[in-house]
T-cell receptor
Framework: GIQVEQSPPDLILQEGANSTLRCNFS?????LQWFHQNPWGQLINLFY???GTKQNGRLSATTVATERYSLLYISSSQTTDSGVYFC????????????FGKGTKLTVNP | EPEVTQTPSHQVTQMGQEVILRCVPI?????FYWYRQILGQKVEFLVS????????KSEIFDDQFSVERPDGSNFTLKIRSTKLEDSAMYFC???????????FGPGTRLTVT
């Protein structure tokens, strides 16, 4: 099946810093979503971005489908950005399930 | 903005008991999913449901699991005889179509003692 690799696995920042999270995938996809899992365990939809670039406030994401990767940018990070960020993809061929990466655990210190 | 809701938020049950986790998908969505996340691990697909039948299921989704859409709004996951290893966060999701974005609920944390 498709492989989804996220990097880095852990990231520690000072408040106000910028960061880039990466998601690589091993096959063609028609769906890519970024999620933020908050300390209560809830999955918050950040972006649906099978290709192109989107921005929402301090967050933006870019997916280059032909090169099989996506990037999530967080600017001017805040302590509330802490948590785990997951990338999930759906393969073009066959299955309708989302396959998740292992996530990047972000800690933003005051 | 419409959202997926799940109840209860936390359920504690004894090993061997049956549990039913409930979800209300977004009203005009046609595709429904359950995922689970064991503590500290990644989110895993369990089952997808469309047109009142299972369209895909994972190896995790064995005979102890079942899903149902009993009316026009609810979507349930039943575990017949819970095991300790069923302790996890269970997420319901729904989508307008097969390819488009999946919208996730807040999850139900199941603890089996």
């Amino acid at each position: 099946g498709i492989q989804v690799e996220q990097s880095p696995p852990d990231l520690i920042l000072q408040e106000g810093a910028n960061s880039t999270l990466r998601c690589n995938f091993s096959d063609s996809v028609n769906n890519l979503q970024w999620f933020h899992q908050n300390p209560w365990g809830q999955l918050i939809n950040l972006f649906y971005i099978p290709s192109g670039t989107k921005q929402n406030g301090r967050l933006s994401a870019t997916t280059v489908a032909t090169e099989r990767y996506s990037l999530l940018y967080i600017s001017s990070s805040q302590t509330t950005d802490s948590g785990v960020y997951f990338c999930a993809v759906r393969m073009v061929a066959g299955s309708e399930k989302l396959v998740f990466g292992k996530g990047t655990k972000l800690t933003v210190n005051p | 903005e419409p959202e997926v809701t799940q109840t209860p938020s936390h359920q504690v049950t004894q090993m061997g008991q049956e549990v039913i986790l409930r979800c209300v998908p977004i009203s005009n969505h046609l595709y429904f999913y359950w995922y689970r996340q064991i503590l500290g691990q990644k989110v895993e697909f369990l089952v997808s449901f469309y047109n009142n039948e299972i369209s895909e299921k994972s190896e995790i989704f064995d005979d102890q699991f079942s899903v149902e859409r009993p009316d026009g709004s609810n979507f349930t996951l039943k575990i017949r005889s819970t095991k300790l290893e069923d302790s996890a966060m269970y997420f319901c999701a729904s989508g307008k179509d097969r390819v488009y974005e999946q919208y996730f609920g807040p999850g139900t944390r199941l603890t089996v003692t």
